[in-house]
């Protein structure tokens, strides 16, 4: 396994947001995590990613754990996330949000290749590359967060609600791009609170309920499982 979570705890004070959570990310493919608001969902991530510490557990990237890391080394190993609510940099150019994504990389010499392979996957970005990224729609800042994601060249994708606010015409072509990276051999950790859209995108599932994980398996089985579809599914 790419990623594994092993009985991981996070307090904030003494409130518990995850109580012993497991999960495990192949090498491929998209991984989801659904659960109502305060689930542990962005806590999951978070911790993941080094910016929320965990009071107990291990969690391990490439056999190696990573939950003693600060965020900046974790990112530096391969694992980039598009936070919720995109986060872009609304007073510099779309171009050098791209390049912000590319602040840790040691070698320089295809960061420029990568800049146009983005633009290559998100034409609009091109078209808009040194425009103030606040003056964007928010389908293109979404493109933005997942380029500069792109830009840190990871081994792993995490994805914090990027169907959040978007019309469903932005809905759709974000997940062909989900789909796309993918594809190129980037699996994706993928948060959703539209439990249609992830179940429909991913291999492999987690319903996360009052910081535990209450359900797991195949996101077809997950589909058609009778709490899943009268919870998240309004079904």
């Known amino acids: 396994m790419l990623l594994e979570l092993q009985d991981v705890h996070v307090h904030y004070n003494k409130v518990a ?9 192949p090498e491929n493919g998209i991984v989801t995590i659904i659960g109502a608001n305060g689930a542990g969902k962005t806590t999951t ?5 080094g910016l929320t510490r965990i009071s107990s557990g291990e969690i391990r990237f490439n056999g190696e754990r990573i939950d003693n890391l600060p965020p900046d080394k974790i990112v530096a190993r391969g694992i980039a996330q598009v936070p919720e609510g995109r986060r872009i940099f609304p007073d510099l150019t779309v171009e050098e ?9 040691k070698e ?5 290749s990568d800049i146009q392979e983005v633009f290559g996957r998100f034409p609009r970005l091109a078209e808009r590359r040194r425009q103030w990224a606040k003056t964007l729609s928010g389908g293109e800042q979404q493109m933005v967060a997942i380029g500069r994601a ?10 914090d609600e990027p169907s959040m606010g978007l019309a469903p015409v932005i809905i759709q072509e974000i997940a062909r791009i989900i789909k796309a990276i993918v594809k ?20 492999f599932a987690y319903v996360l309920e009052t910081g535990t994980v209450s359900i797991e398996g195949a996101a077809t089985e997950l589909h058609e499982n009778e709490h899943v579809k009268r919870a998240y599914l309004g079904v």
């Open 17 to 25: 947001a995850l109580k012993g959570v497991s999960m495990s990310v």
């Open 45 to 49: 991530l978070r911790a993941i990613s």
């Open 97 to 105: 949000n791209l390049r912000t994504g590319a602040f840790l990389r």
């Open 108 to 112: 320089k010499s295809g960061i420029e």
């Open 150 to 159: 792109l830009m840190s060249k990871p081994k792993l994708l995490l994805m």
């Open 184 to 203: 190129q051999g980037v699996p994706v950790v993928l948060v959703e609170q539209n439990a249609e859209l992830a179940l429909g995108l991913a291999n």
